[in-house]
């Protein structure tokens, strides 16, 4: 017989070793991307679609019987179950028919846990996880049976996700044109279903009342206020918000250059926020202790696999209002872009004593303020958004973003941030916050001794300079990106510039400037002695950086200095 020729791309990649060459589904081949070919993940999730079945459950109601009943639920974002593994690409389980299913044994445990503390609460009587999931001996059974759920709406869409994690490279590493010696840093694959409606099933061995089966799903509701699957700290897995836990909700609303997913399309993720509190947590307690304690303490706030993995105390959730996708640029360059404005909500994950309840609800309003008043959200966070503050109609990049509050704020918090003067006080109050909480976790803050990163929060690290600009017009600092900032001042010497240089980076690297017009949108006044919020369309232009020993930032901080346009120090640039 004559060997079949490349016998091996007969095989569906479900099935082909990993290696490169056959399959490698996590692995995001730059050759391929560059050349427009797709990625082996992508050939993965068209030959299940066109294998998988269909099951019309669309029009059902949910069943209502004694002894069988279903409910739905609509996720918020994206979900992904924790069972299923293809060497490290994380995917659902896939039921029969080809069908992604959540498994019945993980809805049994999931259920168990919030039974076991709703028992410990006094909400329901006692022994009530015995006689429903049975005595942890396995002796006495439960009466209730698990079946997991199912999508009941097209799940097939946008299958492949992408997950880029970029700690290192955004915080600790002094030269970030070295991206790629980080190990972790790289873009990796996933896949996860966008918004399924997930149908639920329990059956009991008896008929149950109608108040039973009523406790029995309020149980499940308090279930999946906690997240399902895999990811939910970062967003993922999220259908509603338990109001008892929740630590702080704002509005916002932002634009900027939407991610792009694997396929080149565009989409807003709500994962742009945990990473950006995560980020600044980093650098906070960077400049409070050393590098070892503060990425413990972020560890225990966010979650982490270091050691044996930790379940983190914070949960990330964002209702989208309104949304809308769209692009920029034209000949050859067509960038993703949002608009986008809603509710973020930040929640416990499990209970905390009160004093360490009321420090963690303080460190988290102020993370959030923090990275509002200091950057944004998402991609290019560090600039503030082109197409609103600089002036030259010419320039065709897409950089930077825009945030701001939306709806009405907490006038508490909107007044520490009222003018550039306040800027010094609210950082020392974050920072306060910050060891509050720290102690409170038996660390003591070492600030004499900060953590080795190239943007720790520390005053020997870190300036932060700032001013009054009227309108967006007035916008100053945008100019020195990309123009000199200051002209030769005797002939023969050149202009000044920190164009293409460690201040500001490049492709590829990192710069060590943040630059941000922030809208305070109210103004403060004295009326017969007392402090009256009025509305105002100034910004308050703030620079913040982190300067490194190359001349050009020793040539731009004398220029600073000489207070151009108005900038004054605001914060930090001590020994």
Avoid at 210 to 221: G, L, P, S
Avoid at 265 to 294: C, M, Q, V, W, Y
Avoid at 522 to 543: A, D, M, Q, V, Y
């Amino acid at each position: 017989m004559n060997p079949i020729p490349n016998a091996y791309k007969k095989v569906p990649m479900m099935f082909r070793a990993q290696i490169r060459g056959r399959s490698q589904l996590h692995y995001i081949d730059p050759h391929k991307e560059k050349d427009g070919e797709k990625q082996d993940v992508q050939y993965w999730a068209e030959e299940w679609i066109e294998k998988a079945e269909f099951i019309p459950l669309t029009n059902q109601d949910d069943s209502q019987n004694d002894t069988y009943q279903t409910q739905t639920y609509q996720i918020r974002w994206r979900f992904v179950t924790n069972g299923g593994q293809d060497d490290g690409m994380i995917r659902p389980v896939i039921g029969g028919y080809g069908i992604p299913f959540y498994p019945g044994s993980s809805m049994k445990g999931a259920f168990r846990q919030a039974c076991e503390q709703a028992e410990q609460a006094g909400t329901i009587p006692p022994n009530r996880c015995n006689l429903y999931c049975g005595d942890e001996t396995n002796i006495t059974p439960g009466i209730l049976r698990f079946q997991g759920a199912y999508p009941i709406n097209d799940w097939t869409e946008n299958l492949v996700d992408l997950v880029h994690p970029q700690q290192g490279w955004q915080v600790k590493t002094p030269n970030t044109r070295g991206k790629h010696l980080l190990r972790g840093e790289s873009a990796y694959a996933l896949v996860s279903l966008v918004q399924p409606s997930l149908r639920f099933s329990i059956s009991s061995s008896k008929p149950l009342s109608t108040e039973q089966w009523q406790e029995i799903w309020q149980i499940w509701h308090d279930t999946i206020a906690a997240g399902l699957g895999t990811r939910v700290s970062a967003g993922y897995g999220q259908v509603e918000t338990d109001s008892t836990s929740i630590l702080y909700q704002v509005r916002v609303k932002g634009q900027g250059q939407a991610a792009k997913l694997i396929d080149g399309t565009g989409e807003f993720r709500p994962t742009i926020f945990r990473a950006s509190l995560r980020g600044h947590a980093l650098r906070l307690f960077g400049g409070l202790t050393n590098d070892k304690t503060a990425e413990a303490l972020v560890e225990q706030l966010f979650g982490g696999v270091q050691g044996k993995g930790t379940v983190g105390l914070l949960k990330l959730g964002f209702e989208t209002e309104e949304l809308r996708l769209g692009t920029f640029g034209q000949n050859g360059y067509k960038q993703p872009t949002y608009n986008v404005e809603g509710e973020m909500i930040w929640s416990l994950t499990r209970p905390l004593p009160d004093d360490q309840h009321a420090a963690l609800q303080n460190l988290v309003t102020d993370l959030i303020w923090f990275a509002m008043v200091f950057g944004g959200f998402g991609k290019s966070w560090r600039r503030a958004d082109h197409r609103l503050f600089y002036p030259d109609d010419e320039y065709e990049k897409l950089i930077g973003c825009h945030w701001q509050w939306a709806g009405e704020i907490d006038r508490k918090n909107a007044f520490r941030v009222r003018s550039p003067k306040t800027i010094s006080k609210f950082i020392n109050s974050v920072l306060d916050t910050a060891k509050t909480w720290m102690k409170l976790q038996g660390k003591i803050p070492t600030p004499n001794h900060p953590a080795n990163w190239r943007e720790s929060w520390h005053p020997s690290r870190v300036q932060v300079w700032g001013r009054w600009a009227k309108n967006r017009d007035e916008c100053v600092a945008i100019d020195w990106l990309h123009k000199p900032y200051q002209k030769g001042i005797v002939r023969g010497e050149k202009d000044k510039s920190i164009r293409r240089t460690s201040v500001t980076g490049e492709l590829g690297q990192i710069g060590r400037l943040w630059h941000r017009m922030y809208p305070p949108k109210r103004l403060w006044i004295k009326k017969e002695g007392k402090l009256e919020p009025i509305s105002t369309n100034r910004f308050i232009e703030l620079l913040t950086l982190f300067p490194d020993e190359s001349p050009e930032f020793k040539q731009f901080l004398a220029f600073l200095q000489q207070k151009p346009e108005g900038f004054e120090l605001l914060w930090g640039g001590k020994k």
